[in-house]
């Protein structure tokens, strides 16, 4: 049956996808027909491609019988679902991924004694994996991964050189029997319950290029599976056996020990990830060709040493998450013209940022939050053209506000909360600036005086509604996912992902004051607004209920006075509500969403009455009527806004609460693995 949304994943993946068997007609000879390939002597059916065609249901037991000399069946990426079909005897590739089949699979699948390429991934299969498997003598590529398959690790045949099981629950410890498998080349066993040490033999399989253990309950010195028990041979055994090694990814399991500083140095991995681990002592050096090197989350101490420059092909630095002490060295910001994301997120580092950002740089995530630098931004960050995301927050820098970071193209994210920034906060009128910038914290520092309504009217990516609105993104690079901590409805919140359509402007715990600017109304795309503890007066602006993407909402310990406007009771997805400690009086509007929020939003207003506070409003007391909203004009500024009718759907919303809930680990898979 055709279903246009069955091969949604192959549009996601930019991947062609169309009916395919639109196109057949019994008329005509089947060897013509889309996807149909038939041998030119015998006429016989050979390989069927199916792959992206829209297809769902559940499909015949007998394809044997129909198609008896099929070598090749691909039925990649549909919504096929049912029990898994087993192909003739003859076919050496096999290809059911990305499906809904269900159930065990079938011993028959063993009767393919041809069989080179089994991928049956991403599919709800479940139970144990047939123990016969390991008998197909020339199966090469094996792929059991996304699935829901349990018991013990399967041994595949040892003429297999891809094997990936990863995304499943298998449970026990990996036998030694893996390392019969001379040919193997590609093992990928993550995201599993596996368990115990892993086996020393793996060190000698000396044609391993991929090896991903990550997201499992293995456990003990990591150097035992690096290097051998004698410290003094263990760099010269791992050259020696593991030259092959292009991917090492130990990350997320319960590995200790240091490891040598120069463990990595004279090899060939591209790929080291050893983070979210318990390793502990100064940083293992990567190697000078590697690219992605990341040992974030661990016990790692000490300085960063300048040695980590000569690796001038890094593209991801992570040290985050550790207790490194010391000065950054000087090298480390412009030693690379390929170095896109630099994270050293929560350590213990100190002393003022280096001054030597060059106009070379590809640096898109800059992460120095968590630390103890202090001094002034350096002006030397304006080179970098490239820049995305700095998260520069919970330091002591002490600056005034870095207009001049506002030139940066590509700058979509400023965070510098819980600095000792001061003074006024604004841009020139008319400066083209921060016109990217969807996320803007700058809550926890020392401005003061008016609101930025200058800067506020330059946020065109809040205000047009454009960014997001075709597909739910992430702020990535090189398949890097940034993370950033933001306070939304109230609550601290690591985000390990951040939605290219999340857009909040928090300036909570500073001094500012005056009006609200009418001028944040038009900041259609925006979803979080935090004004809260600062000493802001005058009445609550209409033009708030104007933005219907806001779901929070904090305009609490201010000098606020008048009544809450009706027109908020029209935020159908405001989720969060914090008007507490103002000066405002009246009725509380109980219209629409307003009656959903409980006294908690409203408390600390003595002239506030009525639900769903316990104070009752007089007999002749009237729920206020909407007042006429005065007139932006700004002195010429309202040409700066067109106003747009912006539709973000609720999938948004479930992606976004989603994301607010994922606080803890990364569940996809390896951030470079797309690479």
Same mark, same amino acid.
């Given at each position: 049956?055709?279903?246009?949304?069955?091969?949604?994943?192959?549009?996601?993946y930019?991947?062609?996808?169309?009916?395919?068997?639109?196109?057949?007609?019994?008329?005509?000879?089947?060897?013509?027909?889309?996807?149909?390939?038939?041998?030119?002597? @015998?006429?016989?059916?050979?390989?069927? &491609?199916?792959?992206?065609s829209?297809?769902?249901?559940?499909?015949?037991?007998?394809?044997?019988?129909?198609?008896?000399?099929?070598?090749?069946?691909?039925?990649?990426g549909?919504?096929?679902q049912?029990?898994?079909?087993?192909?003739p005897p003859?076919?050496?590739?096999?290809?059911?991924?990305?499906?809904?089949?269900? $159930?065990?699979?079938?011993?028959? /699948?063993?009767?393919?004694?041809?069989?080179?390429?089994l991928?049956?991934?991403?599919?709800?299969?479940?139970?144990?994996?047939?123990?016969?498997?390991?008998?197909?003598?020339?199966l090469?590529?094996?792929?059991l991964?996304?699935?829901?398959?349990?018991?013990?690790?399967?041994?595949?045949?040892?003429?297999?050189?891809?094997f990936?099981a990863?995304?499943?629950?298998?449970?026990?410890?990996?036998?030694?029997?893996?390392?019969?498998l001379?040919?193997?080349?590609?093992?990928?066993?993550?995201?599993?319950?596996?368990?115990?040490?892993?086996?020393?033999?793996?060190?000698?399989?000396?044609?391993?290029?991929?090896?991903?253990?990550?997201?499992?309950?293995?456990?003990?010195?990591?150097i035992?599976?690096?290097?051998?028990p004698? /410290?003094?041979?263990?760099?010269q055994w791992?050259?020696?056996?593991?030259?092959n090694?292009?991917?090492?990814?130990?990350?997320?399991?319960?590995?200790?020990?240091?490891? %040598?500083?120069?463990?990595?140095?004279?090899n060939?991995?591209?790929?080291?990830?050893?983070?979210n681990?318990?390793?502990?002592? %100064?940083?293992?050096?990567?190697?000078?060709?590697?690219?992605?090197?990341?040992i974030?989350? &661990?016990?790692?101490t000490?300085?960063?040493?300048?040695?980590?420059?000569?690796?001038t092909?890094?593209?991801?630095i992570?040290?985050?998450?550790?207790?490194?002490?010391s000065?950054? %060295?000087?090298?480390?910001?412009?030693?690379?013209?390929?170095?896109l994301?630099?994270?050293?997120?929560?350590?213990?580092?100190?002393?003022? /940022? !280096?001054?030597?950002?060059?106009?070379?740089?590809?640096?898109?995530?800059?992460?120095?939050?968590?630390?103890?630098?202090?001094?002034t931004?350096?002006?030397?960050?304006?080179?970098?053209?490239?820049l995305?995301?700095?998260?520069?927050?919970?330091?002591?820098?002490?600056?005034?506000?870095?207009?001049?970071?506002?030139?940066? !193209?590509?700058?979509?994210?400023?965070n510098?909360?819980?600095?000792?920034?001061?003074?006024?906060?604004?841009?020139?009128?008319? #400066?083209?600036?921060?016109s990217?910038?969807?996320i803007?914290?700058?809550?926890?520092?020392?401005?003061?005086?008016?609101l +930025?309504?200058?800067l506020?009217?330059?946020?065109k990516?809040?205000?047009d509604?454009?960014?997001?609105?075709?597909?739910?993104?992430?702020?990535?690079?090189?398949?890097?996912?940034?993370?950033m901590?933001?306070?939304?409805?109230?609550?601290?919140?690591?985000?390990?992902?951040?939605?290219?359509?999340?857009?909040?402007?928090d300036?909570s715990?500073?001094?500012?004051?005056?009006?609200?600017?009418?001028?944040?109304?038009?900041?259609?795309?925006?979803?979080?607004?935090?004004?809260?503890?600062?000493?802001l @007066?005058?009445?609550? %602006?209409?033009?708030?209920?104007?933005?219907?993407?806001?779901?929070?909402l904090?305009?609490?310990?201010?000098?606020?006075?008048?009544?809450?406007?009706?027109?908020?009771?029209?935020?159908?997805?405001?989720?969060?509500?914090?008007?507490?400690?103002?000066?405002?009086?009246?009725?509380?509007?109980?219209?629409?969403?307003?009656?959903?929020?409980?006294?908690?939003?409203?408390?600390?207003?003595?002239?506030?009455?009525?639900t769903?506070?316990?104070?009752?409003c007089?007999?002749?007391?009237?729920?206020p009527? +909407?007042?006429?909203?005065?007139?932006?004009?700004?002195?010429?500024?309202e040409?700066?806004?067109?106003?747009k009718?912006?539709?973000?759907?609720y999938?948004?919303?479930?992606?976004?609460?989603?994301?607010? #809930?994922?606080?803890?680990?990364?569940? $996809?898979?390896?951030?470079?693995?797309?690479?």
């Open positions: 049956m055709i279903d246009t949304k069955a091969s949604d994943f192959c549009d996601f930019q991947m062609s996808s169309y009916p395919k068997t639109n196109s057949w007609n019994k008329a005509v000879d089947c060897c013509s027909w889309d996807g149909v390939t038939c041998a030119n002597v @015998t006429g016989n059916v050979i390989n069927l &491609n199916l792959s992206c829209w297809l769902r249901g559940t499909l015949r037991s007998n394809i044997s019988l129909i198609l008896p000399k099929l070598e090749v069946l691909q039925l990649f549909n919504n096929f049912g029990p898994l079909p087993i192909p003859s076919p050496s590739y096999f290809n059911a991924s990305s499906n809904g089949f269900t $159930g065990e699979i079938p011993l028959s /699948i063993c009767q393919l004694k041809s069989l080179r390429y991928d049956l991934s991403a599919n709800n299969l479940s139970g144990n994996i047939p123990p016969c498997l390991g008998s197909m003598t020339n090469s590529y094996l792929i991964s996304r699935n829901n398959f349990q018991g013990p690790f399967p041994i595949p045949p040892p003429s297999t050189s891809y990936s990863s995304s499943n629950g298998f449970t026990g410890e990996i036998p030694l029997s893996i390392c019969q001379k040919s193997l080349h590609h093992l990928d066993l993550s995201a599993n319950n596996l368990s115990g040490n892993i086996p020393l033999c793996l060190g000698s399989m000396t044609n391993l290029s991929y090896l991903i253990l990550s997201r499992n309950n293995f456990q003990g010195p990591l035992s599976l690096i290097c051998l004698i /410290i003094s041979l263990a760099i791992f050259h020696r056996n593991m030259t090694l292009l991917v090492l990814n130990l990350s997320s399991n319960y590995f200790t020990g240091q490891l %040598p500083t120069k463990v990595f140095l004279n060939s991995l591209d790929v080291i990830d050893l983070s681990n318990m390793i502990r002592g %100064p940083i293992p050096l990567p190697s000078p060709i590697t690219f992605y090197y990341d974030a989350r &661990n016990d790692i000490g300085k960063i040493t300048p040695l980590i420059c000569n690796a092909k890094l593209e991801v992570d040290l985050s998450n550790n207790s490194l002490t000065r950054l %060295p000087r090298c480390l910001t412009n030693f690379s013209t390929k170095l994301v630099l994270n050293l997120r929560k350590n213990h580092l100190e002393g003022t /940022i !280096p001054q030597s950002f060059s106009s070379r740089s590809n640096l898109a995530t800059l992460n120095l939050s968590r630390n103890w630098f202090e001094g931004l350096p002006r030397s960050l304006v080179e970098c053209k490239h995305e995301v700095p998260d520069l927050s919970n330091n002591q820098i002490e600056d005034t506000f870095p207009s001049w970071l506002g030139k940066l !193209p590509e700058l979509k994210v400023l510098l909360r819980s600095n000792n920034f001061k003074d006024l906060l604004n841009i020139p009128r008319g #400066a083209h600036l921060f990217n910038l969807h803007l914290d700058l809550s926890n520092n020392n401005f003061r005086g008016p +930025p309504t200058n506020l009217m330059n946020l990516a809040m205000t509604g454009k960014t997001g609105q075709e597909k739910l993104l992430y702020m990535t690079r090189q398949s890097y996912e940034n993370s901590t933001l306070t939304m409805k109230g609550l601290e919140i690591e985000l390990v992902k951040i939605l290219t359509i999340l857009t909040t402007v300036l715990h500073n001094s500012f004051q005056g009006d609200i600017p009418e001028v944040f109304g038009h900041l259609h795309s925006l979803i979080g607004l935090n004004l809260s503890h600062n000493y @007066t005058g009445s609550i %602006p209409l033009t708030l209920g104007n933005l219907t993407n806001l779901e929070w904090d305009l609490s310990s201010n000098k606020l006075s008048g009544g809450i406007p009706r027109k908020l009771g029209d935020l159908s997805f405001l989720g969060s509500l914090n008007l507490s400690k103002n000066q405002l009086t009246g009725h509380i509007p109980q219209d629409k969403q307003l009656s959903t929020f409980s006294s908690d939003s409203f408390s600390g207003n003595p002239g506030l009455c009525g769903p506070l316990p104070k009752a007089p007999s002749n007391a009237q729920p009527q +909407p007042s006429p909203s005065s007139t932006f004009d700004c002195e010429g500024h040409s700066w806004f067109k106003q009718k912006v539709w973000i759907g999938a948004s919303r479930i992606v976004i609460g989603i994301s607010i #809930a994922y606080i803890a680990f990364e569940i $996809g898979r390896p951030k470079w693995l797309a690479r």
